[in-house]
């Protein structure tokens, strides 16, 4: 089992995950909130030259928020998506339509805001899945829209699913385990939550709220 650790950056849970050499950052987490990270890795004697890859679930501001910044002091490869090199490459990308009438609410709301953060090249971009074990990690990244057109997912071969903003479970966006309150497309965040379960995944780990078990949420694509 991969050894993993949850890194609250702003409101957003980032990961880092122990690779054989080094380690690899799942999402930056919110702009200017970034001496959480560097604190949390002070704190546990792990150089930031540690980290080898970066990879974004995809580029909303609180997930690429600080990745001009991570990539520049880590010297680390950034991976996304194709579908969000545009986004990532302005620093700028929309929040997409609500789901429901808080979600609705909420888009609206935060659409008058600024949610801009630094632009960065991407390293590496991927179309498809991605296999994780050249890395040293026994998992793979999934494309998983709905979300986003480029959303992904890092689904760990011991079926734990690091699942970005496909899913949501915590306050104030959500109070129990569900589906995002943004999307590009429900259908689409049904037909990857369908993929993630057929792929072997029985745990979520959401960028917003605590973990939980795919029981969960298998009523909603209609696993009794």
Do not use: Q
């Amino acid at each position: 089992m991969a050894r993993f650790y949850t890194v609250k950056v702003g409101f957003t849970n980032c990961f880092l995950f122990r690779l054989d050499e080094g380690y690899l950052l799942l999402d930056t987490g919110v702009p200017g909130k970034s001496d959480l990270l560097w604190n949390f890795l002070r704190e546990r004697s792990i150089d930031p030259r540690e980290i080898k890859l970066t990879v974004l679930t995809h580029a909303h501001f609180d997930h690429a928020g600080n990745a001009f910044e991570v990539k520049a002091r880590t010297g680390a490869e950034l991976l996304v998506h194709k579908c969000e090199i545009e986004g990532l490459m302005k620093g700028k990308t929309d929040i997409p339509p609500g789901l429901g009438t808080w979600g609705g609410f909420l888009s609206r709301f935060l659409s008058h805001l600024d949610m801009g953060f630094n632009p960065v090249d991407p390293d590496i971009y991927i179309e498809g899945d991605f296999d994780l074990s050249g890395f040293g990690l026994s998992g793979r990244i999934l494309h998983t829209p709905g979300h986003t057109a480029g959303s992904i997912t890092l689904l760990l071969d011991s079926g734990e699913a690091f699942v970005g903003d496909l899913l949501m479970s915590g306050p104030p966006l959500r109070l129990s385990p569900g589906l995002p309150i943004f999307a590009e497309s429900r259908e689409e965040v049904l037909n990857s939550l369908r993929k993630l379960r057929s792929m072997g995944a029985k745990m979520f780990y959401p960028a917003h709220g605590k973990p939980f078990p795919s029981s969960a949420v298998d009523h909603l694509i209609g696993v009794p």
